[in-house]
């Protein structure tokens, strides 16, 4: 007698197809079949992408659908996060972005500079909490000494060499050379040589050059941004790729933006991830102060939704990790959007100093048990990973025992500060510096300072 055999289904995704499809039916049919393609395998173009944008009702419940499938295809039921600090050792800088409310004019009261000798505690103290990244980003200080991200990660990586260092943005990389009077290229591979592991794909904003000559003349150019990027990649530096939504640009610009970033990466193959980060407008100079016309506030809910499924359907294939930003979207958001496409968490953070200047409420640290805890309450699996996506750890269950990061939560200010005090100490305040003192005031001294005077 022959036994029964189990049942093998030969389509295991039939029902969810099934339900896609039914799903398409009731959606406005120039949406549907851009959706239905994407699920098909074609790549979504900038005008498709510009399309999607106007999803609403059920096609943004369809929209979401089709990202989410796409995301289970490319990480299943994964979802990771990097145990990391930031270190923004300078809030001064030449630069007036419009949308920036991090940086101070080197005349101004608020401006700090770190001792070096913080710089690398910070970082120290961070390895020993069971970070694996520091992200090492800051202003740019007037005549600053051009090697300096050289020599910073060249002393991080002396004391802390198996700390992977993030570090300096396209727009720092080329003061950094400008400074040096040197070209990009010769500074990238110094970085490398020094020890840098990969750069943040940030100062993007939008890609598009009369765009940036509204919110932020000045900034570094489209093309300076691409010839950064493209050459770190070629010089085997990954990453990261970002875009900053939400300030009213329109959905043309947004989806011209995804495919700009996707054409590189067909050329390069140097992006781990895309960040979609939303425009913090509370405190931004250019919505506070109103010195750009027609800013708006910020992206609604909607919108930030559909940007990032958007990024997911628009980059299939190309770009496997999409993040969304806790800092930005607030843990809530955060949990919706692993339903939209998203598969990553970004960091815990430590010392978020950017969003937080901008008016950001959802504060400097998340530490990775509460990461967890939102991943699973969505009902999928935590992964802890290195910043060029590598496992470290997958959280089938929770330790037993607390992470030192957990347990240094409890006594986050003292131990780490905050933002708003590094503004109002005296102790650290930019006083021409063009590269970190060796000998500034401790984190130790500078506690005990304040608590006398505090009485
Ligand atoms: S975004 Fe960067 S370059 Fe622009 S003002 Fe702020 S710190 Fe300076």
């Known amino acids: 007698m022959v036994s029964p055999q189990p049942r093998i289904d030969a389509d295991p995704l039939r029902h969810l197809r099934a339900s896609l499809e039914t799903m398409l039916d009731a959606v406005e049919p120039s949406i549907a079949r851009i959706l239905d393609r994407s699920l098909g395998g074609r790549e979504v173009t900038a005008e498709e992408g510009a399309r999607l944008f106007e999803a609403d009702g059920p096609a943004l419940t369809a929209l ?23 270190i923004n050792f300078t809030n001064v800088c030449i630069k007036h972005c419009g949308f920036c409310a991090f940086s101070r004019d080197h005349r101004e009261e608020e401006g700090y500079f770190l001792p ?16 694996s990244e520091v992200c090492v980003q800051a202003g740019l200080p007037p005549k600053m000494e051009g090697s300096l991200y050289i ?15 993030h570090g300096f943005s396209p727009e720092e990389v080329l003061y950094g050379a400008i ?51 493209k050459t770190a990649h070629r010089l085997g530096i990954p990453t990261t790729s970002t875009i900053m939504f939400g300030f009213g640009e329109t959905n043309a610009q947004r989806s011209a933006h995804v495919a700009y970033i996707r054409d590189i990466q067909k050329d390069t193959g140097g992006f781990t991830e895309f960040v979609p980060l939303s425009f913090v407008h509370e405190e931004s100079p250019m919505f506070f102060r109103k010195t750009v016309e027609g800013v708006s506030a910020g992206a609604t809910g909607a919108e930030v939704v559909r940007m990032h499924a958007i990024a997911r359907i628009m980059l299939h294939g190309w770009i496997d990790n999409i993040q969304c930003s806790w800092v930005k979207e607030g843990p809530k958001l955060s949990q919706l959007l692993l339903a939209a496409g998203c598969n ?14 901008a008016g950001a409420p959802h504060g400097q640290l998340t530490p990775p048990s509460d990461l967890r805890r939102w991943v699973r309450d969505m009902g999928r699996v935590p992964v802890e990973r290195t910043t060029t996506y590598a496992v470290r750890r997958v959280f089938e269950t929770e330790p037993d025992e607390p992470e030192p990061m957990d347990a240094a939560k409890e006594h986050a200010a003292e131990l780490f500060g905050s933002y708003h005090m590094l503004i109002g100490l005296e102790e650290w305040r930019y006083e021409g510096q063009r590269a970190p003192s060796l000998d500034g005031p401790t984190w130790a001294e500078v506690q005990a300072r304040r608590k006398a005077k505090a009485g």
Do not use: F
């Open 64 to 86: 979401m659908a089709t990202a989410d499938e796409l995301r289970r295809r490319a990480n299943g039921e994964h979802v990771s996060y990097v145990v990391n600090r930031n």
């Open 116 to 131: 070096l000798a913080e710089i690398i505690r910070r970082a120290r103290e961070a390895w020993e909490l069971g970070a």
């Open 151 to 165: 020599d910073l990660t060249r002393e991080l990586k002396r004391e802390l060499p198996d700390l992977h260092i």
């Open 179 to 229: 400074r040096s009077r040197c070209s990009v290229e010769e500074y990238l591979e110094a970085l490398k040589e020094a020890g840098v592991g990969s750069l943040p794909g940030t100062s993007a904003e939008i890609l598009d050059q009369a765009v940036r000559d509204r919110i932020s003349p000045g900034r570094i150019t489209v093309e300076q941004w691409t010839d950064v990027i």
């Open 344 to 357: 990553d968490l970004g960091g815990t953070l430590v010392n978020e100093s950017i969003s937080t200047a």
